[in-house]
């Protein structure tokens, strides 16, 4: 049988459903009998004891492993367990041991992976199932792989609700299901919305169903609908209803906290709560299947999963094929805290920038510099001062260690399927006839982004399986020293570096034109090898004084304006997730005033103008009149509301929302509006009357946002001055 891979999970203890679309548009589910395995590694006579009291209840089997990466193989004993008893057998076996003789391998290795890695199967994949074996069709390294098969829904509801926050007990209106071409709403009983859902699912042979909310409270609120209306319900395409309970989390990724709920999966059909993924937040759909395939994670996991944990994959089913084992700690988290974050921080290079303005400067970036330093120079945990090439080992500049000649490591072996994809899809990106096709590949490319910035945040991280302190301080030396050759070579081809910072370069050279920066870029690239692409030349461009603070990435500061046209800006107000919409609106229409000046002169003439068009929306605020909707501010909490012990606006707006009855996790946007007078307070956007905001807040933050842009070019003073008229 052919078709794609839709979906796989465990159907019984021993089995394993796998979804199969065929080319005539018919879904099948192939039930193959399949185990996970655990392997248990001590000496020899120990195994062979243990193989004795397991042997009545498990399939074993004695075979060879590499259980230190890259050293001699070791028998072990391989152990079949089925679905849901990994951890139980494996406490048990430690047990026995007295917590001495054994150690465990591979407890932790999500078993749906497991299979896949088993048969090289990747979600999405073109397939040949026939004589208990598969065959796969097309290639985990095709850029072009099909994907129109794959019928998305929307579904979307209308609750009658008289509060804010809709319950379990309020009665459903509609549903709608959004598809590519039709739109199907719903809107009689609730008894026969209910009942018509299932059999349309089916009869529209819906493959994925995107919801908003639907792990927290969604499908649980149509689930629960169903039971009070005594009618059956069925989202998957098998008889199985998903465990209904909402537990949440709460996880640190790069210096924010995200907040999860335990997902609510379907059966051979694809649920994904946009809310719940930041994936699909990020990269859209798009994103999550180049995931699934790359990583060989279900769609369903991709989608809720951390990206480390995608990341995680990639690696495992590297070690995976070398027949390397995955070593068990009990309680591991598998995601980074906030003190271990720190060390995800690139520590590269920063050359101090004098703050002010710059005219013809071209861009030069390092494409994906760390993680090709990685993949260049072989850099894992393990390949970092390895035993057997003390003497002839690969050095490092700056910190001395050496790099492995002999064994290639996982790390390395991992990111070069990402790494080339993401290069070919940028390629492709820039010849892309369509606006579709620009959007399906930009996603991928993000998508991949993620997992090769992932994989370098990971390679410090103290639990990381195939990290290590070193590996991380290797990779930063080299992007060091990459860096500081490339501005030697700026500097002998008659080039001045305005500024460093990382993996990029602003240059300059009187009158040098466009041709000039690219050949540049072709003599560094010819020297260093490494990829460098010339991201424009800039009519002018700012500089601001960098804000470092040693526990986040640094943070750029500049905007400027491109001769093709394009602006660009980084770190100002314009770009935070945490300025409302009137501050953004501003700085950007100031952008788009200042991008066309070519000359001192034009730029303060235009900053002037700019200086008009400030007071106008010091006015609008001044009236009254800007809409609550340009006023909302929009910030994460880091901790629970009860753990803010100062007076914080998002926390108060949040202690507003958990009094009407929304549970508030650390991780969770609020969204509020700041009032009062004297006594500043926040209030949520649904419950703010027109002109009730705080006038003297928001005119603070529009002159803060006016003096980021204008102040380099005409100087502070005449900002604070209409801004102390009216503030006093
Ligand atoms: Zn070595």
Redesign the pocket.
Known sequence: MQGWLLDIHPLSRDEVAVWIKRRNGRIEVEKIKWMPRIYVAGPFDKLVQLSKILSSRYELEFTEKDIHI?GSLETVLEVKVPFGERKKLAREILDIGNYRFYSVFNVDLPSIQEFLYYYNLYPTAYIDYSNNSFKILDNVEDLHYDTSWIKIAYLDVKISSSNLLPSLQDKLTEISLKLQDEEIVLDSSEESILEELSRILDSLDVDVIITECGDSFLIPYLYYRSKVNNIKLRLSRLDHKPRLETVSKSYFSYGRVYHKFKGLKFRGRIHIDSFNSMLYQETGIDGIIEISRVCRIPIQDASRYTIGSCMSSLQYYEAYKLGILLPWSPHRENYMSGRQLNIADRGGLILDVKPRIYWNVGEIDFKSLYPMLMYKYNISGE?IN????RDG?VKIPEVGYH?????RGIVPRAIELPLKKRLQYKKLLREASTPHLRQVYSRRTDALKWILVTAFGYLGFRKAKFGSREAHLSVCALARDTLIKAIKIVEESGFKVVHGLVDSLWIVKEDAVDDDYIKLVEIIEDRLKLPVSYEGRYRWIIFLKSKINPFKPVNNRYFGALFNGTLKYRGIEARRRDAPLIVKKMQLKMLEKLSRADTLRELKEKALECLELYREYVKMIVLGEASIEDLIIVRSLSRHTREYVNRVLHATAARKLESLGFMIEPGQSVKYVVTGGRWINATLPQLCRMGEYSVREYLKMLERAAKTILEPIIGGKKISSIALKIIG
């Not at 390895?386 to 090439?389: F, H, I, K, L, S």
């Not at 790099?403 to 064994?407: D, G, K, V």
């Open positions: 890259g390949t390895c035993e057997c090439c080992g790099i492995c000649r002999r064994w």
